[in-house]
């Protein structure tokens, strides 16, 4: 559509283009014959200069040298191309350098190839073709009245004779009736997708939950490293700290994404400081953390409670847990409460306790919510 | 019918007159080889974008052949030696099986994202160019909108696209993109699990983004890219103003042959630099991330370039949380603020920007000359502030580097960032508004007093003073028109010009140029209507 507008513009607004040019005229040039034909689409050219006065001088064939050994370039690094692709090593293989250079010698290859050949065309239209200046007219402002008003009658007429104003109650009863529809459409692609986040209390329960076994008791989650093996207090030493996981299958995969917990071993004096604190609570907290801590073990969610990466730097010096996403810090001696950065809220403290093997265990869940914040957090 | 021999010189148009028959090209097609566009190098950013959006679907339609979009749990046994044996998501599995066991599949990787890389910087240049010199204002406000949805379009196109790989570094990214998701009020958690089909990351999200990686938003894209051109192309490019150019004509060249043939070179240029980095510089080498696990993070992990800007609101956010104490108590988390509210008013205020500024100036004028950013001072130095508060984003989301590398304090460099981001942007203003001014000052200095001549006279009474070459005739003072003021003697044609040519003087040296780029203009005797003064 666009297209013909441009072309049929020329015609209704050029008194002084000629109505026909005699393209059969051996009077006139070619260029004249284009020139009358520009015309035709209210183009005018009013400066066409070729780039050399004289045909075959020393700068115009130095031109045309330049541009014939670019297009040669061009065969030049393709076949390269073409021959690296096929003949260079290129499967990965430990220690074999040859390899490594694959991949840069493709994009290489590849980049001058397309590069020369955008060259060669670039320098060929501009500094061979000749120089031009066309002077083409806007028509701004829309359509000729005519039409406006054309359509204007035609859709006010096409209106009318729907008769909507004359009778009310079709046009009610197709507004009544249509509406459902809108949500006829929009029913199955968004029940298909709704989910309840709140089924299985999904966004408060972790995989340290405790099990109820099949007796009646309740079996407490271990503590376990990530290839499942239990952990005692003896394997983290003072100052130590270790990523742990819920002992359950699946425990340490992506499908227990809340669960990754950071298990530390404070020295003596700065644990005593860990346990005055979690006695002294947070005073945001509805529950007492005073027992939480086994010994100077501590453990909290690794998940950032701001955007839930995890928080996995841990200063020994300072006790302070960075997360290297945002850079919020958490206090690990205060009850993991924020110190700095974009984080509103304590890491959650995970309950600790041995089992009679001498294993880490979880006590209960986390009391807190993991992760990140939303809406209904309670 | 009687003898049948060819004359090869009229094929072509025998060719044409059967095609012509058939469809009827020719009137349309004069009407396209004749348009004419406006030369400037500016006007070249935009196509920029749209030349790597050309190589972003070749070299993603050749890795959509190998991906497998899936979460499906594989233990790798590639060629990859260091990550044999591991367990990983198939499309991790996959997208590693098309860095080392694809021949060429790893290029083709890295140019689809060194494309997408471009892709988005060209935009975001390109929409610069066109705030600075006001081309969005009336009639283009339509294609400035579209053009800033592509923005955001290109941004989700570039998002579910690095978090394809689902590899260490992008699964850190989606986690973050669903702590956002959760953060806004009411329907956060619904939408969330929705999306991810239950709580972070469930089996199908990587599903769910290929589909809409590929298609939805390719299609979105290609549609709206469509539309942008084919406004470009009713509404008539704008131009600088300048020698016989006016807000009713285009100056420049035909489409055909010069500008098609520039069109074409351009884009195996883009193409080719996009090659060349793709193969000089490694880009996302997922293998080195790992498969992403919810319990590991490195250090130092950022988006790409043009998410960095909400990673950095993120950090400088304080920690301000919104307490609502009915029922159970209800939260509104800090993260809500700088990752939804900001975009948002991100995207809507430069939408709505050309009509707050034709309303400000109660402009309903057609505008198809271009402003130089130093005519229109308040509009520059809003744009400068709006960049300067992007730069100041942009460098916070990647703090921890920047005190990594230079050794600073970490929260020193988030304060900075949050007295930076306030600061800054009122100083651009500032520094901007004054620079304009001074500019305008300089140029009108020239059209009043003349050129500087660098001849310093000593009159009989002692007194020096140096001799200004005027512009006009006898001394009269001559308009402001919004374009480039000859400043040397040369660009007079008083003095000879600057030789050009690299390593020796190309033989006829261009005439003095009054527009750069262009030889001077006699316009048509039979147009004498254009007026001579632009």
């Not at chain 1, 666009?2 to 002084?16: A, M, Y």
């Not at chain 1, 860990?274 to 005073?290: I, Q």
């Not at chain 2, 007159?17 to 396209?32: H, K, M, Q, S, Y």
């Not at chain 2, 150019?245 to 630099?273: C, D, H, L, S």
Request: aromatic share 10%; with cysteine; proline share 7%.
């Amino acid at each position: 559509m666009t297209l013909q507008t441009t072309g049929s513009n020329g015609n209704d607004h050029k008194s002084s283009v000629p109505a026909e040019i005699d393209y059969d005229d051996p009077r006139t040039t070619r260029f004249e014959k284009v020139k009358a034909a520009a015309r035709q689409d209210g183009v005018e050219i009013v400066h066409y200069e070729p780039q050399f006065p004289e045909r075959g001088s020393k700068t115009e064939k130095r031109m045309t040298r330049t541009v014939s050994l670019m297009f040669l370039l061009v065969g030049l690094f393709g076949t390269a191309f073409v021959v690296l692709y096929i003949a260079w090593p290129w499967r990965w293989e430990q220690g074999n350098v040859l390899m490594k250079w694959y991949t840069p010698l493709l994009g290489i290859t590849l980049g001058l190839t397309a590069l020369f050949i955008g060259f060669a065309i670039l320098t060929w239209g501009k500094k061979l073709l000749p120089r031009e200046v066309s002077i083409q007219e806007r028509h701004d402002g829309g359509s000729p009245e005519g039409d406006r008003r054309a359509v204007g009658q035609t859709l006010a007429y096409m209106v009318e004779e729907l008769g909507v104003k004359r009778r009310p109650l079709l046009g009610l009863a197709a507004a009544a009736g249509l509406a459902p529809v809108a949500v006829v459409f929009a029913a199955p692609i968004v029940g298909g997708l709704i989910k309840n986040p709140h089924a299985d209390n999904q966004m408060f329960t972790t995989g340290w939950a405790p099990i109820k076994e099949a007796n009646g008791g309740t079996r407490l989650i271990r503590l376990t490293r990530e290839d499942g093996t239990p952990i005692r207090p003896g394997d983290v030493s003072a100052g130590g700290q270790m990523t742990v996981f819920p002992g359950i299958p699946g425990g340490a995969s992506n499908a227990h994404a809340d669960s990754p917990t950071l298990l530390i071993h404070l020295r003596p004096d700065d644990g005593a400081v860990a346990r005055a604190n979690n006695v002294k609570g947070t005073g945001h907290n509805k529950f007492s953390t005073a027992d939480f801590m086994y010994g100077d073990f501590i453990a909290y969610s690794k998940i950032c409670t701001h955007a839930g990466c995890p928080a996995s730097l841990y200063e020994q010096q300072t006790n302070r847990l960075l997360c290297p996403c945002h850079q919020s810090q958490f206090l690990i001696t205060d009850n993991a409460k924020p110190v700095f950065g974009p984080a509103s809220r304590s890491l959650p403290q995970l309950p600790l306790a041995v089992d009679d093997e001498g294993y880490f265990v979880a006590k209960s869940d986390y009391q807190a919510t993991v992760g990140p914040d939303f809406w209904e957090r309670p | 019918m009687k003898r049948r021999k060819i004359d090869v010189r009229t094929l072509p148009a025998k060719a044409g007159n059967e095609v012509e028959d058939r469809l009827g090209v020719a009137t349309p097609l004069r009407g396209i080889i004749n348009k004419v566009f406006p030369d400037h190098w500016s006007f070249l950013l935009g196509e920029i974008a749209l030349f790597s959006f050309i190589v972003l679907l070749l070299t993603g339609t050749f890795l959509t052949l190998f991906f497998e979009p899936s979460m499906k749990e594989v233990t790798y046994d590639g060629s990859y030696a260091p990550l044999r044996g591991v367990h990983m998501s198939a499309a991790y599995a996959s997208s590693l099986d098309l860095s080392f066991d694809v021949r060429g599949g790893l290029i083709m990787r890295q140019m689809h994202h060194w494309a997408a890389l471009v892709f988005m910087g060209a935009i975001v240049v390109h929409m610069l160019r066109i705030f600075f010199t006001g081309a969005f204002r009336k009639p283009r406000e339509v294609n400035w909108i579209i053009g800033s949805l592509l923005f955001w379009i290109g941004f989700l196109a570039g998002f579910t696209g690095y978090s394809l790989p689902d590899d260490g570094l992008s699964g850190t990214g989606l986690r973050i993109a669903s702590a956002i998701m959760l953060s806004i009020p009411l329907i956060g958690t619904w939408l969330t699990s929705s999306i991810f089909n239950g709580e972070f990351p469930g089996e199908i999200i990587i599903s769910r983004f290929f589909i809409a990686h590929v298609l939805l938003i390719p299609a979105l894209l290609v549609a709206l890219i469509s539309v942008h051109l084919a406004l470009v192309f009713k509404q008539k490019h704008t131009q600088w103003p300048g020698p016989g150019r006016t807000n009713n004509n285009v100056v420049g060249e035909r489409f055909f042959p010069r500008y098609t043939i520039k069109q074409a070179g351009f884009f195996m240029a883009v193409a080719g630099v996009i090659a060349l980095l793709a193969g000089a510089m490694q880009i996302n080498p997922i293998w080195l991330f790992g498969p992403y696990e919810a319990g590991v993070v490195s250090a130092a992990s950022q988006p790409d370039w043009y998410v960095m800007f909400l990673d950095g609101s993120t950090r400088l956010m304080p920690a301000w949380q919104i307490n609502i104490g009915i029922g159970n108590g209800y939260v509104i988390p800090p993260i809500f603020w700088p990752t939804v509210v900001l975009p948002g008013f991100l995207t809507m205020l430069p939408m709505l920007y050309p009509f707050i500024e034709a309303r400000l100036n109660r402009d309903n004028k057609i505008h198809n000359l271009l402003q130089r950013p130093r005519d229109v001072p308040q509009r520059t130095a809003l744009g400068m502030m709006a960049v300067a508060f992007f730069l100041v984003l942009v460098l916070s989301g990647g703090n921890d580097v920047i005190a990594d590398k230079f050794n600073i304090s970490l929260n020193a460099m988030t304060w900075a960032g949050r007295i930076g981001l306030l600061l800054l942007p009122p100083i651009a203003y500032y520094v901007t508004y004054r620079i304009c001014l001074g500019l305008q000052q300089h140029d009108r200095e020239v059209l009043a007093h003349g050129v500087e001549t660098g001849i310093i006279r000593r009159a009989p009474d002692g007194r020096f003073y140096e001799v200004h070459q005027p512009l006009g005739h006898d001394h009269e003072e001559l308009e402001y028109a919004g374009w480039v003021v000859p400043k040397k003697m040369n660009r007079l044609g008083a003095l000879g010009p600057a030789l050009k040519g690299f390593f020796r003087p190309i033989e006829r040296p261009a005439e003095a140029p009054v527009s750069p780029g262009h030889p001077p203009i006699e316009p048509a005797p039979e147009r004498r209507e254009i007026e001579s003064k632009h």
